[in-house]
Every structure is written in structure tokens, then in C-alpha cells.
């Protein structure tokens, strides 16, 4: 088993500030920040929460007899691969990113070779295949923790604290107006009722295993994040052992300044005012409806009193 092996995934729902965080840690000196989402999930995920979510956004589940290569291309992680494979359709190919996915298949193979075949260890090998495979990777050479991203992923927080003892889960909540508000911007976006049914299994789930999980399952707020992201994500990295980097202040692609993060998401300005104004994008039926609904948890979590 890679015994060394540190990951820190991030768990949001849609439009609560995951890819922003995301961002934000990304030039830190002592973390391999994954480039995109991280969609680390596979079509053999089947239980009660596959109906809800997207399984690319899951923890992954591996057949009994495949191979390692098999295993590979069962992980989606789409938005990698349609960047390195066919790079003309991917909204970030304006992005350089000196990256083969053949070749990381290949190392992928090799760590599974030298770990052996579970899921901890092909998500370990996943992981450090990729940056073994980025070529134009800005390494300070200081780096500890691979941090990847993955909306929703936090339902599976307790798979990945057990199967991984290096790891830690951070969840990002962001007040349930705001991200209402931004995912009715999508092209075909989910309903009043469905988005806030989604946003409430994401927070039973991530309070759930704060609880179970004390000191490795982190819950933060949006909100604290763009009033002060050095301070706020200092803190997280710190419970991890990690220095309160200077670059948490910006977010950021490679290490290369970001004036807004789209199109990592559907927020382009992380500030307090324009997560506000966003908010006071609904009307007042909306306003009410996404109150009832989110209700319990807008106490527990501070967002009582928001709008």
C-alpha cells in the first residue's frame, strides 16, 4: 500500500465555491494542486445517491477482475482528458498544459505495479501519475499534498478517511441564495427544489462526518473564504502541517495569477459584495422557498440571518 501517499479532496455542491477554493490553493508551494476537476468517479458506482449525483463526481469503484489499465479508463476525470485528447473542444485550451494522457496512463500502471491493485492505491497512483505526466508543471520541489476536487464528493467523505488514513476531506458551503442563484445560470439548470435537496444531502453528510471524523473532515464556509482566503485556508493547511502561504491570497492556474476563476465555475469575482449581489438576484417567493427548504441547517451553519 503507498503508505506516503497525502491527498486533501475538496467537496462542494454546484455553485458553493468548490472551484474557487480550488483555485486559491493552487499555488501553494507545498501542494500538487490537480489541474481541473478532479473526476475521479466510474460508471460501476451504484447505490442509493447515483440517481442524485453525477458518478464521475464519486468515489470510484473498480471491478474485481480488471487489470490496472482497465481500471485507468474506467476513472471519467472528462474535463483532463478531453483537454489533453481533444483539446479544440475543451473550454480550457486556452490554458497551456503540456500533458499526455497515454503517459500517464503508463506510470499510472507502474505505481499500481509497485503498490498493488485497491482503490486507496489507484487513487494514489492516479494522482501522482498526473504530475509525474505534466510536463510544465511549476514544482517549487518543497511539495507534500496532492489536493484534487470533485463537487459532491464530501457523501463520500467516510470511504475516503477510512480507506485513507493520510487524508483529509475539505468541504466548502456557500449560503444556499447564492448558489441557487448562480446555478439558475446554467443552461439547463436544476430546479428550485431539486438544487436545494442536493445542497441539503451535502451538508447532512459533511456534519455528519465532522463528527465522526474530528480533525480530518473540515467544514468552511464561503463566505470566510473570500472575506480573508489567506486566513481562512491558512487554517486548513496548517491542521494539515502545512505553512500559511502568501498565495492563498489570490487565486490562481499553475501558479499563473487568475482575475477571475471562470471557467473553473460559475463565480467569477470571489468577494464578499458580489456574493450578496447574487443573493439579491431572487425574488421574494424564491427567497422564502430556498429559506423552508435549507432550513435546518441555515442555523447550524450561520446563514440565518444572511438575506
Given at each position: 500500500m503507498d503508505s506516503q501517499f497525502r491527498l486533501l479532496m475538496i467537496g462542494a455542491m454546484y455553485e458553493n465555491g468548490g472551484n474557487t477554493t480550488h483555485r486559491f490553493l493552487d499555488g501553494h508551494p507545498q501542494m500538487f494542486v490537480y489541474p481541473f476537476e478532479s473526476q475521479i468517479g466510474t460508471r460501476l458506482v451504484q447505490d442509493s445517491m447515483s440517481s442524485m449525483f453525477p458518478v464521475k463526481y464519486r468515489w470510484p469503484v473498480f471491478a474485481l477482475n480488471s487489470t490496472s489499465r482497465q481500471d485507468y479508463f474506467h476513472i471519467i476525470d472528462e474535463e483532463v482528458k478531453v483537454r489533453a485528447r481533444t483539446s479544440h473542444v475543451s473550454k480550457f485550451r486556452h490554458m497551456n498544459f503540456d500533458f499526455s494522457d497515454d503517459e500517464r496512463c503508463a506510470l499510472y500502471e507502474k505505481y499500481v505495479a509497485r503498490t498493488g491493485r485497491t482503490r486507496p492505491d489507484n487513487v494514489a497512483a492516479f494522482f501522482r501519475a498526473t504530475f509525474e505526466a505534466w510536463k510544465d508543471y511549476r514544482r517549487t520541489g518543497r511539495e507534500s499534498v496532492h489536493v484534487g476536487y470533485s463537487p459532491i464528493i464530501g457523501i463520500d467523505a467516510d470511504k475516503i478517511l477510512t480507506e485513507m488514513p493520510e487524508a483529509h476531506v475539505l468541504h466548502i458551503v456557500r449560503n444556499p441564495w447564492s448558489a441557487y442563484a448562480d446555478t439558475k445560470k446554467r443552461p439547463v439548470p436544476l430546479s428550485l427544489t431539486d438544487y436545494l435537496l442536493g445542497?441539503?444531502?451535502?451538508?447532512?453528510?459533511?456534519?455528519?462526518?465532522?463528527?465522526?471524523?474530528?480533525?480530518?473532515?473540515?467544514?468552511?464556509?464561503?463566505?470566510?473564504?473570500?472575506?480573508?482566503?489567506?486566513?481562512?485556508?491558512?487554517?486548513?493547511?496548517?491542521?494539515?502541517?502545512?505553512?500559511?502561504?502568501?498565495?492563498?491570497?489570490?487565486?490562481?492556474?499553475?501558479?499563473?495569477?487568475?482575475?477571475?476563476?471562470?471557467p473553473w465555475g460559475t463565480i467569477r469575482r470571489a468577494s464578499p459584495e458580489a456574493n450578496r449581489a447574487t443573493a439579491r438576484e431572487l425574488d421574494a417567493d424564491e427567497i422564502a422557498e430556498v429559506r423552508s427548504r435549507a432550513k435546518v441547517y441555515l442555523e447550524a451553519l450561520d446563514y440565518k440571518n444572511f438575506i
Open positions: 445542497w441539503v444531502v451535502n451538508q447532512h453528510h459533511a456534519l455528519l462526518y465532522k463528527e465522526k471524523f474530528p480533525g480530518r473532515m473540515h467544514v468552511v464556509r464561503f463566505e470566510d473564504i473570500v472575506e480573508n482566503p489567506k486566513k481562512t485556508l491558512g487554517a486548513v493547511c496548517q491542521k494539515l502541517g502545512l505553512e500559511a502561504a502568501d498565495s492563498l491570497s489570490q487565486p490562481s492556474w499553475n501558479g499563473a495569477r487568475l482575475e477571475e476563476v471562470y
